[in-house]
């Protein structure tokens, strides 16, 4: 069983201001509560105890706020804003990996930015075999309605023209991954993921599902008001 995850909580959120002037990214309010809360909240009602979180813009506000909470898991934080530059996905992990904050095996992979109903028990029970990646898709909202890969049989691909665009679905930001995918990043080093990814799609060790649960990209204003009334609404209904 996988125990452990990773949180993607260090970019600056520009398409949000003014409110990520002031506010990091993940601690913008969904239904009264941060949105970084949500997915601790998630992740240990299915199971996961470790949770590692990189911090980077307002770093010092985030770490504060979650410090404030007894969340009831081991919390580690990995401090990207004390660096000169923030490492992006891939460095960011492979920093994470050097500092002992997460173990050398699968972990969880949640982007901070993202709110679901998706269910992560599902992927705890994951195993990703030969597999370097597993990848949670989702249908193509308005705002990416090409999507991003290729999913067929199981199996994720890089998209391209010869396929049915009918497979060609968007990456939801939750994934389980090997830390062998970033084992050629050099630690401290600014590295983003989608390279490594698609060097592991062509040797055809990326799985994925598609997933039928709620989701939204939290990436402007619009589409934070419209999730903070769904999940007010659903509080409201519950009473």
Same mark, same amino acid.
């Given at each position: 069983?996988?125990?452990?995850?990773?949180?993607?909580?260090?970019?600056? @959120?520009?398409?949000?201001?003014? /409110?990520? #002037? %002031?506010?990091?990214?993940?601690?913008?309010?969904?239904? $009264?509560?941060? *949105?970084?809360?949500?997915?601790?909240?998630?992740?240990?009602?299915?199971?996961?105890?470790?949770?590692?979180?990189?911090?980077?813009?307002?770093?010092?506000?985030?770490?504060?706020?979650?410090?404030?909470?007894?969340?009831?898991?081991?919390?580690?934080?990995?401090?990207?804003?004390?660096?000169?530059?923030?490492?992006?996905?891939?460095?960011?992990?492979?920093?994470?990996?050097?500092?002992?904050?997460?173990?050398?095996?699968?972990?969880?992979?949640?982007?901070?930015?993202?709110?679901?109903?998706?269910?992560?028990?599902?992927?705890?029970?994951?195993?990703? @075999?030969?597999?370097?990646?597993? /990848?949670? #898709? %989702?249908?193509?909202?308005?705002?990416?309605?090409?999507? $991003?890969?290729? *999913?067929?049989?199981?199996?994720?691909?890089?998209?391209?023209?010869?396929?049915?665009?009918?497979?060609?679905?968007?990456?939801?930001?939750?994934?389980?991954?090997?830390?062998?995918?970033?084992?050629?990043?050099?630690?401290?080093?600014?590295?983003?993921?989608?390279?490594?990814?698609?060097?592991?799609?062509?040797?055809?060790?990326?799985?994925?599902?598609?997933?039928?649960?709620?989701?939204?990209?939290?990436?402007?204003?619009?589409?934070?008001?419209?999730?903070?009334?769904?999940?007010?609404?659903?509080?409201?209904?519950?009473?």
């Amino acid at each position: 069983m996988i125990t452990q995850a990773m949180i993607l909580a260090a970019g600056k @959120g520009t398409r949000m201001r003014p /409110l990520t #002037l %002031t506010t990091p990214k993940p601690l913008v309010p969904v239904a $009264d509560k941060p *949105l970084i809360f949500w997915h601790i909240e998630r992740l240990k009602a299915a199971g996961i105890t470790d949770i590692t979180i990189n911090a980077g813009y307002l770093g010092k506000v985030l770490i504060d706020a979650l410090a404030a909470q007894d969340f009831g898991v081991n919390l580690r934080i990995s401090d990207e804003s004390v660096l000169p530059e923030p490492l992006e996905t891939a460095g960011g992990i492979r920093h994470a990996l050097a500092q002992g904050l997460l173990a050398d095996a699968p972990f969880i992979l949640v982007n901070g930015d993202v709110w679901s109903e998706y269910d992560f028990g599902r992927l705890a029970h994951l195993t990703l @075999g030969d597999n370097l990646a597993h /990848l949670v #898709l %989702t249908k193509n909202p308005e705002h990416n309605l090409a999507g $991003d890969f290729h *999913l067929t049989a199981g199996r994720v691909s890089e998209k391209d023209d010869s396929q049915s665009t009918e497979n060609h679905h968007t990456f939801a930001g939750i994934s389980v991954l090997n830390p062998k995918i970033v084992a050629d990043v050099a630690a401290g080093k600014i590295a983003p993921l989608a390279p490594f990814l698609k060097a592991a799609m062509a040797d055809g060790r990326v799985a994925g599902e598609l997933m039928s649960d709620l989701w939204v990209d939290v990436g402007t204003l619009e589409r934070l008001a419209w999730v903070d009334n769904y999940a007010k609404s659903l509080a409201d209904k519950r009473g």
